[in-house]
């Protein structure tokens, strides 16, 4: 692991006061469909930092899909306060939500979500089209992303002519292209053999000593052990939130 001065601003006195850029507090989230009301979050305190990793861990049915909704703003809490990067995002309308999270997060998920039509390169541009940049900008801005997961010689190739780790690549570049505040990851390397999942745990090492904020969903032990900080959930409240292996 590099050390702290290696990894930047992060590593300073200055880096650790850099912010907040989520915080919740008493968040819960009741599903009702009519038979049955499920409490899949009890009271979830939770701050993080610019600049974490953290993984969320725990069991299968234990709220950590429905936390990762809230956090990244598909969804809204049923109680509770949540404030993204300072902004308050209960009461807002779908489409001043939908906003929040175009600029704010970027998402990775188990199954890739890749357009199959198109190229990695406009993939990675999607986001950026539909946040207004003007197309020279968007190109710039795409190709920096896949030189930066290592696919500077994959732009023209469509996902289908792509392996498993390097459509999920594709997918991070995509997720960073608007340099959101957060990358939200579900499950991803769910879909990769170990090699290609080891691939992606090296990028998501290299964009947090770059500075990125990271929170990853993941059974993965080997995945959770790369983060600075895990977080694990059980039955909709959180059972421990400790430093991980790389803090
Ligand atoms: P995990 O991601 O840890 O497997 P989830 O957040 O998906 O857990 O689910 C937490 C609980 O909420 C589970 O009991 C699940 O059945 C329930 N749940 C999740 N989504 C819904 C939904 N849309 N409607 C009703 N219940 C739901």
């Known amino acids: 692991m590099p050390d702290a001065a290696a990894r930047g601003v992060r590593g300073t006195s200055e880096g650790k006061s850099s912010g ?3 915080r919740m507090e008493e968040i819960r989230k009741t599903y009702d469909t009519g038979k ?4 899949a979050l009890k009271g979830i305190d939770l701050v993080v930092n610019k600049g974490e990793f953290v993984a969320v861990v725990g069991p299968s049915g234990s709220g950590k899909s429905t936390l990762m909704n809230l956090i990244g703003c598909l969804d809204t809490p049923t109680d509770g306060l949540y404030l993204l990067a300072g902004e308050r995002v209960a009461g807002l309308s779908r489409d001043q939500l939908a906003d929040v999270r175009n600029r704010r997060v ?20 999607m986001p950026l089209l539909f946040g ?20 500077a010689d994959r732009m023209d190739h469509k996902p289908t002519e792509l392996s498993g780790g390097q459509m999920q690549r594709v997918a991070i570049a995509r997720a960073m292209a608007m340099n959101p505040d957060i990358v939200l990851a579900d499950e991803p390397t769910g879909n990769l053999d170990s090699t290609s ?43 421990k939130d400790g430093a991980g292996a790389a803090a």
């Open 197 to 239: 999942g080891g691939d992606i745990m090296s990028v998501f090492t290299d964009l947090w000593n770059q500075g990125s904020t990271l929170i990853v969903i993941t059974h993965d032990a080997s995945l959770a052990r790369r983060a600075s900080r895990v977080v694990e959930i059980q039955d909709g409240r959180i059972l």
């Open 20 to 22: 907040e850029i989520i």
């Open 132 to 151: 207004g940049v003007p197309p020279k900008k968007r190109k710039e801005r795409a190709v920096e992303m896949l030189s930066k997961v290592g696919l």
């Open 106 to 125: 970027g998402f990775v998920f188990q199954s890739f979500n890749l357009l199959p039509q198109i190229t990695s390169l406009e993939n990675v541009e």
């Open 36 to 39: 049955v009301r499920v409490e």
